[in-house]
């Protein structure tokens, strides 16, 4: 039998942080560490630091944390070209 | 053991022998029967398998291909509307190369609102991939089921199996069947060894993306085991004869010396046999070769009949704008002369006299709709 399957590996389709649109900003100062922003980004971009640290390399700014961020900490700033 | 039973009964105790790990179901006329055996075998101890109960069919048939991609032998049952709405998912299984095994009691298309038997439902699903029986006896419900998993498992076919018998004619109806012990049904299904399988230890996934350049082979593979799978079938045909009955690809009565052969499949089948009894008492030189199966499609079985006799060649489904579907395959396939027939949608009584008054109509050149155009 001959069917396709594939094993988890890192970025097997690329940098997918080129297909983003709008990017996720942090305000530092707003910020409370609440770590919403962590538990709801699908694409696991954000890293758990001493502040949420968002992977441009792979964050497709779908605008998750922004939306749940309860203090606004977080802004959807359009990419510049 | 000889027990009189209806055909939902005895595909429940066909499922319950072959001994799923997963079953899950949806009720639909008039299949509902067999989804509640096989709840009550679950509640009373005598079936250990996990039974879900989903909100519809397409869920239905997702759980059986999650569990079924986890390793776990899967049942499910279905008519209809219902195998309508599986659609989506039956593309999935066969793609997905899960031995899935379900049992669709064929019942016609609405509107309007009908509940009797109709192959358009199973029909309508000839391009999925999946590998399908029509059934003429409940015997042969038991027996082909059982058979189901063993080929759909087989290494060389691992593609989901259907089973298909006529609602209300077969599937509410009690005839006697052969029920062997449970030991002789375990020694004739092997462990399911599935394909691939998720593995939280060997972390896989199938239904990524897949490019242009691999897409062709994974469809010519599955083409290739629905070929294979001809002579699977015969060969578990024959392992199971001995502990049941033993069948091949076409069902053939009385065909060596005929004119001209009935070529039907279910139920119409079985009611031909008889028709094909008075014919011959009746000095006609007539037979029947009854389609057991019809994916794979039994070109080769059907060619060998179709160098000395006629076919006389009568559908339970219409293509609309084109004609009965096994008519047209068997005009496409085969070097024949056929005369086709559409009969009995929607569950419109077809008896062996209706059989043997198209089968003089075919005699005198005529074809088509029968009650409808010609009677």
Not at chain 2, 53 to 73: D, L, P, T, Y
Not at chain 2, 249 to 267: E, K, S
Not at chain 2, 308 to 337: C, K, P, Y
């Amino acid at each position: 039998m001959k069917t396709t399957t594939s094993k988890p590996e890192k970025a097997a389709m690329g940098k997918t942080g080129s297909w983003r649109v709008f990017r996720p900003t942090l305000d530092e100062e707003k910020c409370i560490k609440c770590w919403r922003c962590w538990i709801f980004c699908p694409e696991g971009a954000i890293e758990r630091n001493d502040l949420p640290c968002i992977d441009y390399d792979f964050c497709k700014g779908c605008g998750v944390c922004a939306t749940e961020c309860p203090v606004d900490a977080i802004t959807m700033k359009r990419e510049e070209k | 053991m000889k027990i009189i039973d209806t055909a939902n009964d005895i595909a429940a105790l066909a499922a319950k022998m072959a001994r799923p790990d997963v079953i899950a179901a949806y009720p639909i006329t008039p299949q509902t029967v067999i989804v509640e055996r096989l709840a009550k075998y679950v509640e009373n101890g005598e079936l250990d398998t996990q039974f879900i109960r989903v909100e519809s069919e397409h869920s239905a048939m997702a759980a059986c291909i999650g569990a079924g991609a986890s390793g776990s032998r899967t049942f499910t049952a279905t008519a209809s509307h219902g195998l309508l709405l599986m659609h989506e998912m039956l593309h999935w299984a066969a793609l997905a190369r899960i031995p899935v095994v379900m049992v669709n009691v064929n019942r016609a298309i609405g509107p309007g609102w009908s509940i009797w038997s109709d192959c358009n439902d199973s029909m309508s699903q000839r391009d999925t991939g999946w590998l399908q029986f029509y059934c003429s006896s409940n015997q042969e419900v038991f027996d082909t089921l059982v058979q189901a998993y063993r080929i759909g498992e087989h290494s060389d076919v691992m593609l989901p199996v259907m089973v298909n018998y006529d609602g209300f004619i077969l599937s509410h109806t009690s005839m006697a069947v052969d029920v062997p012990e449970q030991q002789a049904v375990d020694d004739f299904l092997p462990a399911f060894k599935p394909g691939w399988k998720l593995d939280v230890d060997d972390p896989v996934t199938h239904g990524n993306i897949i490019g242009p350049d691999y897409y062709m082979e994974v469809r010519y593979d599955m083409h290739q085991a629905q070929q294979r799978a001809k002579d699977i079938i015969t060969e578990v045909g024959s392992a199971w004869g001995g502990i049941g009955d033993s069948y091949g690809l076409v069902d053939t009565y009385r065909c060596d010396d005929a004119d001209m052969v009935i070529v039907a499949m279910g139920a119409l089948g079985a009611e031909a046999h008889r028709a094909v009894d008075e014919l011959r008492d009746n000095g006609t030189a007539a037979g029947l070769a009854r389609v057991r199966v019809f994916r794979p499609f039994p070109r080769e079985a059907l060619q060998a009949i179709a160098d000395h006799a006629e076919m006389v060649v009568i559908d339970r489904d219409i293509s609309l704008g084109m004609a009965g579907v096994l008519a047209t395959e068997m005009q496409a396939a085969l070097d024949a002369e056929i005369h086709p027939f559409i009969a009995g949608l929607g569950g419109r009584d077809v008896t062996y006299e209706d059989i043997m008054r198209i089968y003089e109509l075919a005699e005198q050149g005529k074809e088509g709709w029968y009650t409808v155009e010609v009677q």
